[in-house]
């Protein structure tokens, strides 16, 4: 506007404003925070009638320790990990959670038919020690969080005639996502501890996490144009949509090694002997291998380790740019044929391309496997990729809505509509299809289990790591874990459906009841093709003498599905008698076969072969969900707002015996059936009740407003339990896990003009 309109603001909140966290057994899980909240907005006219600007910013500066119980981790795990060069895993860990937001706009009427609008965005953050929080992990595993962008964005709205309108968008944004880590060091080599973890119920893990440090960059070119016409009783527009992201990285997850053993004890005796193994039979010696008639069962459950190929470091296997370019165009009618009916439909065409592998089809490790079957004693298999990662152009999306309200009630309106949608996929799955390939990098996989079975070099003793130049300079790659596009990939297409009836019932207030179904297929599924269930068809058949071959063939494909419908009952009342409401509640059930689509180091299925169970609820099934909400001008001028969200537990896969799956696996039955994923509940039903106060003091052309916010108010436990399963397995970039957040007061004070 030609006025001068600005606001400042800040708020405060601490542990001294708050309850303390409980555990699930019921403890207090003590933490120190102090957080603080502040920034302003301003906008007016630098020319008035012609030249406007707004400016913004927000900051927070939070300071916390957690993890203040001495005895969060076992003792003897503390004592052992001294021993041996991880002191102090017990002690309290420090974070920090600052970040700073700024915006700045300007809009130009350059004439009476053209607006130009030109924004710039910039964020950063800074999370020290934000990685994890989990209780019973040591305070080395955790790195530094860091993120900072800036966007340019220049709009142009042109008015070309009564008829026409054409609206033109181009944005241009550079984000920065490094993720460095200032942990113990071990002694001597001048690396880090590598990711180190034990323990089923109470897991531990200590050690740089495997996928620290990124150096991560991207840039985002988006290009928009869209053209509307109006004729009659119709309003056309037409137009296209560009998007070229370049993600640049340099991902070395797993180059400092990840042991997972069973126990401590496992643990402990592995670093005094390396030869140490245990035994079917519930035996154990220090000569690396079992008696005849007997397999190994441990310590060492999985060894990770990745390397370049070649000669090259895991640097410089790991560094790699990934472009992803989307090109879309798109036409669209809205007719109004009737004052009370009106049609929307349109079509919308999208393309995904993908970026080329690095190393050509012809020259991967794995070429002569391409366009080959195997028939073995289970079946016949088909390499499943051709060396290339496929582009998807065939995104055809047809959507249509109808509103109509009957001619007599003009106070009530049924609408309708259904489309079909794509979605990109994440670059973090193509980045290893390109360099953990067998070419440029290797992922050497060992445990205790393939002890004896040839593999050169064998499994390092804790806290080494395989020497990276003995992988990288080997005459020929052994058997490493390599990742590959199926041929048939397309991106995930969902067909979403809803329809709903809103009516004012009595004046004033309107209730709306909705229904809601999508289908999803071709959702991303990794699995490994070279399975023991599979016969392991492709672990021989290349050089030297046909006798090497693959580990894991971890195979990005489309075959997963999704199932989603839901019913919304909701009442709302418009602000009248100083106080308007609204309430919604859903009822709905989510079900897939995989839910996995952003970390492809990890399976989520039981059986590669018996993916039927697989199919059940969701992890993000939550069967009740209820929001509401109160704005009430009491006396005396004092604005209240009342907030309360409820949300169900998700659910959790259980084993034949009825108790919670540590992973997958156990889910297969003694009988070698599998049972149905996620027949369970997590104890992570959430139950939250908000209010603020506030009151404004005019004081001329200012206005002063001080704010009491609550959050939780009937401190209910609200656990935070995001894994699927053990945390021992997890492999997640990020995790918080354990106690939610308590009830909370929070301090503030607004000044608007």
């Known amino acids: 506007t030609n006025n001068i309109k600005a606001t400042m603001h800040y708020f405060y909140k601490s542990d001294s404003l708050s309850d303390t966290p409980k555990n699930r057994d019921g403890s207090e899980d003590p933490r120190e925070f102090d957080q603080h909240q502040y920034g302003f907005t301003v906008g007016g006219a630098i020319k008035k009638e012609k030249l406007f600007y707004f400016l913004a910013a927000d900051s927070q500066k939070k300071d916390e320790t957690k993890q203040l119980d001495p005895n969060r981790i076992d003792p003897e795990i503390v004592s052992y990990m001294a021993s041996v060069g991880l002191p102090n895993e017990n002690a309290p860990i420090d974070r920090n ?31 020290g020690n934000g990685t994890f929080d989990v209780n019973t992990w040591g305070s080395s595993a955790n790195a530094i969080e860091k993120d900072w962008a800036h966007g340019y964005t220049l709009n142009l709205l042109s008015t070309i005639n009564s008829r026409m309108l054409n609206e033109f968008r181009g944005q241009y944004a550079k984000e920065w996502r490094p993720r460095p880590y200032n942990g113990p060091q071990v002694p001597g080599q001048d690396r880090p501890f590598p990711d180190t973890g034990f323990g089923f119920v109470d897991s531990y893990r200590g050690g740089m996490p495997f996928f620290i440090p990124v150096d991560y960059d991207d840039d985002r070119v988006q290009l928009v144009d869209n ?11 037409a137009g296209f949509e560009w998007n070229d992201v370049t993600s640049s990285q340099t991902f070395v997850g797993f180059a400092n090694g990840r042991y997972i053993f069973n126990s401590l ?39 990770l380790q990745f390397a370049g190929v070649g000669g090259l470091t895991p640097e410089q296997a790991g ?18 044929p009737m004052p009370n009916l009106t049609f929307e439909y349109g079509l919308r065409w999208e393309s995904l391309d993908m970026p080329d592998t690095i190393t050509p089809p012809q020259d991967v490790f794995y070429a002569p496997f391409i366009g080959q079957s195997v028939t073995n004693e289970t079946g016949t298999y ?27 009630h003009a106070d009530r309106v049924l609408r309708v509509s259904s489309g079909i949608y794509h979605s990109r996929i994440p670059a973090l799955t193509i980045a290893s299809t390109r360099s953990t390939n067998g070419s440029v990098g290797q992922t050497a996989y060992r445990d205790s289990f393939t002890s004896g079975m040839g593999f050169l070099p064998q499994h390092p003793q804790w806290p080494n790591i395989i020497p990276p130049d003995d992988l990288s300079n080997a005459e020929y790659v052994f058997y490493p874990d390599v990742f590959v596009f199926d ?36 959702i991303t599924r990794f699995i490994n093709r070279n399975d023991a269930v599979f016969g392991s068809p492709w672990s021989s058949g290349l050089e030297p003498g046909g006798s090497n071959g693959i580990t894991t063939l971890t195979t990005v494909e489309s075959s997963a599905r999704s199932e989603y419908w839901g019913l919304t009952f909701g009442v709302n009342k418009r602000l009248t008698n100083n106080f308007q409401f609204e309430f919604y509640y859903t009822y709905s059930e989510d079900k897939s076969d995989d839910d996995n689509e952003r970390d492809p180091f990890s399976f989520r299925y039981a059986r590669a072969d018996t993916l039927g169970p697989e199919f059940g609820f969701s ?38 015996d009825g108790i919670p799956a540590a992973s997958p696996s156990e889910r297969i039955n003694r ?39 609550v959050f939780n108010l009937f401190n209910n436990d609200n656990f935070i339990t995001p894994q699927t399963t053990s945390l021992l397995f997890n492999f997640d970039g990020t995790i918080r896990s354990g106690a939610g957040e308590p009830r909370e007061m929070q301090l503030g004070l607004r000044i608007l003009r």
């Open 97 to 127: 959670d600052d970040a700073n937001a700024y915006l700045a706009k300007i809009d130009y009427l350059i004439n009476d038919s053209n607006m130009l609008t030109g924004r710039w965005a910039y964020h950063y953050s800074n999370q």
């Open 487 to 522: 041929e048939n990939f397309k991106t995930p297409r969902s067909w979403n459906s809803a329809i709903s009836w809103e009516q004012e019932f009595i004046p004033n207030y309107a209730f709306l009841f909705k229904a809601n179904y999508v289908e999803t297929k071709n």
């Open 671 to 709: 009988d070698g059936s599998v049972t149905q994923r996620n027949l369970g509940e997590k104890d992570n039903d959430f139950n939250s009740f908000d209010f603020r106060l506030s009151k404004d003091f005019n004081l001329g052309d200012w206005t002063i407003q001080p704010v009491l916010d």
């Open 319 to 336: 560094t790699q740019a990934i472009e992803q370019t989307e090109l879309a165009l798109f036409v669209q009618d809205q007719w109004q």
């Open 227 to 237: 053209f509307s016409y109006l004729m009659g009783d119709h309003s056309l527009k």
């Open 382 to 408: 088909r390499f499943p990729s051709d060396g290339t990662i496929p582009d998807d152009k065939n995104q055809w999306q047809p959507r249509l809505a109808v509103a109509w309200s009957p001619k007599e």
């Open 619 to 656: 992890d993000r099934h939550q069967a009740n969900r209820l929001n509401f909400w109160l704005l009430w001008n009491a006396p005396w001028d004092i604005n209240t707002s009342f907030r309360w969200s409820y949300r169900d537990a998700q659910p959790l896969s259980l084993t034949e």
């Open 265 to 303: 004890q496992g643990f402990q005796n592995h670093v005094a002997n390396n030869n140490y193994i245990e035994c079917s039979d519930g035996s154990s010696n220090t000569s690396g291998a079992c008696p005849g008639g007997t397999t190994p069962t441990g310590p060492i459950l999985l060894y």
